[in-house]
């Protein structure tokens, strides 16, 4: 279980629709001279309603219990919305796509 204290910040561009889905722009590492030449240098991933509800809570600057408490709200009958969350947020940091936010 993640501190609920928690607080993340997002170390990826993306760009919100009008609907409010996310698009995560993620740069690729091409190691090699061919790799450069035939990847591009980005990967597109759009997140679905869940995972973009938490990019913006994230963006909102909510803990990790807010964020959690939030959703419960919005996805009263999402199943295994709690380990979906988790896993999500375990997945956003292990990704290099957030972090934990440092205090000044």
């Not at 607080?7 to 090699?32: H, M, Q």
């Amino acid at each position: 279980m993640l501190n609920d204290s928690l607080r993340l910040v997002t170390c990826v561009p993306f760009a919100t629709d009008s609907d409010g889905d996310v698009l995560l722009r993620v740069k690729i590492e091409r190691r090699n001279f061919i790799a450069r030449l035939m990847y591009p240098e980005e990967r597109k991933i759009q997140l679905d309603r869940l995972g973009s509800r938490v990019w913006i809570k994230i963006q909102e600057g909510l803990t990790y219990l807010q964020i959690r408490t939030a959703i419960k709200r919005e996805f009263p009958h999402e199943p295994d919305l709690e380990k979906r969350f988790e896993t999500f947020v375990i997945h956003l940091c292990r990704s290099n796509w957030a972090k934990p936010h440092e205090e000044t």
